[in-house]
């Protein structure tokens, strides 16, 4: 039988802020749990984000921003994978972002925000057990 | 998250021959995890294969590959022509995973459907393509690109493995990385169908063309059967200098082994590979399931010198023969 497949995780950077130190630790310690990350570098837009991953088929899409654009840049990414039918990406966010935003998020379908700060390894448990939820597709 | 039940190969394999991008998307994934399990679905695959122009582009890490790629792809969409890239990147052997980089350089093509962009670790295979590659390629080729382009980094017997994939091997240098011409091994200079010098906006690129022509004369550069004449062409992402000239060499190409027939020798060559690389990672397959069992036994048969090493393979092979012609 096949060894297990890496779980495959885009991390993304959307929007204006110009950081990515962030997600450059957060990708070497999902590489060093042994997933496959693909970044995708900064100032993206949406569009391009959500057809890179439903291209790469990634397990996870995990977006960050600083930039307070959440509100419309996620339903952008969610509307782009629908429209394209893609079926089981599962779609985190990071950053900072009111209590309130947070809420309506998921219920647009993000399955989990993390705020700034979420250590590295909360960060890694919290996607295996996403995926596996998930299940095979 | 409930998901509705995972869609089936077939009908994956059906939405792929359309072009849908999800299909081929998840076509890729499954075949990544196990090519054995959708093994129908690609052989009904590759029936349909045949129309595309691969394309294989090497070079060492750093020469410009990606961010070539990314420009050559817009080039191609600007003639009409629909094109797909397979970047091979190697796996971290420590943790078994990795980090994909090839999309930064290509993000801006990622909102045209005509354009599609695939990172694949390589797993540790030996040789760099990962065993899902090719059937990668088979799956963009099925799905209509005109134009494939596998990208691998080539550092010794990786080179040497996409063109015997591709049907035109392009090999990137750049000024400035290391020994300059040096740090391109030997054996890589005979395997361009093509080469490129990128960053030609460095005024240290010229050194590299001359030492580059230079060496290629010295060699006698004669690629395979048919009369082509090794291009070096210098390029620049910058100034989009020796964009044109690159495609339409890569084109010229095509014609060329089509018009030659070079074209059928190279598919049958690859054909030829793909079948013997099969065969190859079957046995191994066997071999490795087989480690506690059988192959097991038999080594110790070899230990108490009851049997010869030789006679003990013999053995193993005829038992494995029969389970898999069946
Ligand atoms: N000046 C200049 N830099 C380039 C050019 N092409 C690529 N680069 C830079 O060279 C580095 C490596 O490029 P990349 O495409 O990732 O190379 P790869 O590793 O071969 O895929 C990056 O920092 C690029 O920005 C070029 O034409 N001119
Ligand atoms: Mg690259």
Redesign the interface.
Known sequence: ??KD??I?VMLAKVGLDGHDRGVKVV??A????????????LH??A???A??A????VDVLGISLLSGAHMTIFPKILRTIED?????I?ILGGGVMPDEDVAELKEMGV?EILLQDTPPQEIVSTIRE?VA????? | ?T??A??SSRALVEDVRRG???A???L??RT???P??VGDALAEIHRHTGRAHIVGITGVPGSGKSTLIAQLCRQVRDGGRKVAVVAVDPT?PF???????D???M??L??D?DT????M?TRGNLGGLSRATLPAVDILDAAGFDIVIIETVGVGQDEVDVVRAAHTTVVASAPGLGDDIQAIKAGVLEIADIHVVSKCDRPDANRTISELKAMLTIGMQLSSRMDWRVPVIGTSAVTGEGLDQLLTAIDDHHAKMTETGELDRRRLRIAEMRVLKFAEDMLRDRFENDREGRVQEIAEQVARLELAPEAGARRLLGQIQKEIAS
């Open positions: 039988m096949q497949t890496p495959r990708a070497r999902l590489r060093d749990a042994g997933m496959d990350v693909i970044y995708t570098g993206r837009t569009e391009e984000v057809m890179a439903v291209q790469e088929d394209q039918d893609s079926k089981g599962i399955q996403l939820a998930r299940g095979p597709r | 998250m998901t509705a995972p869609t849908k991008v999800s081929i998307a998840r890729i994934s990544e995890a196990s054995d399990a971290s943790s078994g995973g990795s980090i994909l980089g999309r930064v350089r993000s801006e990622n909102s459907p599609f962009i695939r990172s670790a």
